[in-house]
């Protein structure tokens, strides 16, 4: 079973709507961790917002939001009022296991395409 | 201050050669990673260090792989005897101490292997 399932393979969003890449996960730790990075033609990976599984609150940076719905294992990423840099490949990302033996497990990614 | 910087950023190389990909992380970051990215897809974990010890080496495909690092910085992949297979972006990222610290990414060595 996919740990990370990233449904969205492709969005088109108009300039200054919102919009919600979604996220679904699958662990049975009780402790894990739920990341989601953009990565732009360039192809650096760049860190957008972290979720903990025992936060309650979800987690907010500037535009991005983490939609943390813990009994339905998703974590979607809503990014408001969307820029046209905010063209990209976004990933979602969970982290899993004991200190010293964890892992990062990334899903497929959504092309987000903002039209002007 | 400096990121994660890797080198080099492109390599081409015969398919049988040996490449060395290396990592320099984020000063002052012991935990440190190595990815690979295929074209289109997501992100392949292969490694982990912790220090210059690798608690999981789960991740690498075969043993044609191997990494190390030294002085709890810079790291270095090794992929022998190269196969088309092996063509990927391979992208490193380090985190301050604990894995459960955000990761911050290189930008990639981009390997083609003819």
């Known amino acids: 079973a996919q740990k990370i399932t990233q449904t969205q393979p492709g969005m088109f969003v108009q300039e200054k709507e919102a919009v919600t890449l979604d996220c679904t996960y699958d662990?049975?730790?009780?402790?894990?961790?739920l990341f989601w990075y953009k990565q732009p033609s360039s192809g650096e990976m760049i860190f957008l917002i972290y979720q903990g599984s025992y936060d309650e609150q979800n987690a907010t940076e500037g535009r991005y939001s983490l939609n943390f719905q813990k009994a339905r294992k998703s974590a979607n990423l809503v990014i408001s009022a969307s820029q046209l840099g905010d063209s990209a490949m976004y990933f979602c990302?969970?982290?899993?296991?004991?200190?010293?033996?964890?892992?990062?497990?990334f899903g497929t990614g959504t092309r987000l395409t903002i039209i002007p | 201050g400096a990121g994660v910087s890797q080198s080099p950023s492109n390599k081409v190389t015969e398919k049988g050669k040996d490449v060395e990909l290396r990592c320099d992380p984020i000063?002052?970051?012991?935990?440190l990673y190595w990815y690979r990215q295929s074209l289109g897809q997501g992100l392949e974990f292969l490694i982990y260090?912790?220090?210059?010890?690798?608690?999981?080496k789960s991740g690498l495909p075969s043993d044609r792989f191997s990494a190390e690092r030294t002085g709890g910085s810079v790291s270095t992949l090794t992929i022998q005897r190269t196969q088309q297979e092996d063509s990927a972006v391979y992208l490193c990222?380090?985190?301050?101490?604990?894995?459960?610290?955000?990761?911050?990414f290189g930008p990639g060595t981009r390997l083609t292997v003819l």
């Open positions: 990222a380090s985190s301050p101490y604990f894995s459960t610290d955000t990761q911050y």
């Open positions: 000063s002052g970051h012991t935990a």
């Open positions: 260090f912790q220090g210059n010890s690798a608690p999981d």
């Open positions: 990302a969970m982290r899993e296991g004991s200190f010293g033996n964890e892992k990062l497990t």
């Open positions: 662990t049975s730790d009780q402790s894990y961790g």
